[in-house]
């Protein structure tokens, strides 16, 4: 069970206000990309404004969350159960969580590929499926994805927003609320429902230990098993990578 939280709606609003206007700014430096006075290919131009908006993104939470806490006066470790007592346990559940969900993704993607075919996925994953990207930005988009993601995005969701709710009264809410959102900011239709199951068992392995260790664990091995079938079927790493 997750302790009580200090988190003040009125801070957490802030948060939110603050990552925003990063994610407004990084949209804006999209758009400065485009220019062309900037001589990029188009793939490499796709690539950096992908690239940049998930470093802003995930890179604007980590920093405001920062600030949330300092105002709140509380460390990480003690906001987030990050300490290192709790860390095996958390982990071994994080890791036995995935390794339940992960097929059953994989299972619900497979059989949900007629639609995948007719619906556009994700800008990460369209990005990685190009058969002709370079494998160092396959590799720079999927530590992105399996590193910095699954910290920012469990801060943000579990850690933040999802005890901020139910504090305030509304666990229910706070439960399918954040769930939901998690599914829909991901931008693939068809991933949607179990990103939003996904959610749920996070929010259920933060409740039961007490540390975003565990949700971190599962949520960095989801992302990598996409990415690792990403690499699988958009076609072979060069062999410069491995030298």
């Not at 991901?186 to 949700?215: C, D, M, R």
Request: glycine letters at 6%; hydrophobic letters at 55%; one cysteine or more.
């Amino acid at each position: 069970m997750i302790s009580e939280k200090p988190w003040r709606l009125d801070a957490v609003a802030c948060l939110f206000l603050g990552i925003m206007a990063a994610v407004c700014f990084a949209q804006l430096f999209g758009l400065a990309l485009d220019s062309d006075k900037i001589r990029m290919t188009d793939e490499h131009r796709n690539f950096a404004k992908l690239a940049l908006g998930s470093v802003f993104l995930d890179g604007a939470i980590l920093v405001f969350a920062g600030y949330f806490l300092r105002e709140h006066r509380i460390g990480w470790r003690e906001a987030f159960g990050l300490e290192k007592e709790r860390q095996p346990r958390a982990v071994l559940l994080g890791i036995l969580a995935a390794a339940v969900f992960v097929p059953l993704e994989t299972g619900w993607m497979s059989l949900s590929q007629l639609l995948v075919d007719k619906l556009p996925a994700q800008p990460l994953v369209q990005e990685l499926e190009k058969q002709d990207l370079p494998a160092g930005e396959r590799v720079f988009l999927g530590a992105l994805a399996v590193f910095l993601a699954p910290v920012a995005e469990e801060v943000i969701f579990r850690g933040i927003l999802y005890p901020a709710i139910k504090q305030a009264g509304y666990p229910r809410t706070a439960l399918w609320a954040t769930s939901l959102l998690f599914g829909a900011i991901h931008q693939n239709l068809v991933a949607f429902v179990p990103l939003a199951g996904f959610s749920l068992l996070l929010i259920y392995l933060y409740e039961k230990t007490g540390s975003l260790w565990a949700s971190i664990t599962a949520h960095s091995i989801l992302n990598f098993s996409t990415f690792a079938f990403m690499m699988l079927t958009a076609g072979p790493i060069p062999a410069t990578l491995v030298k």
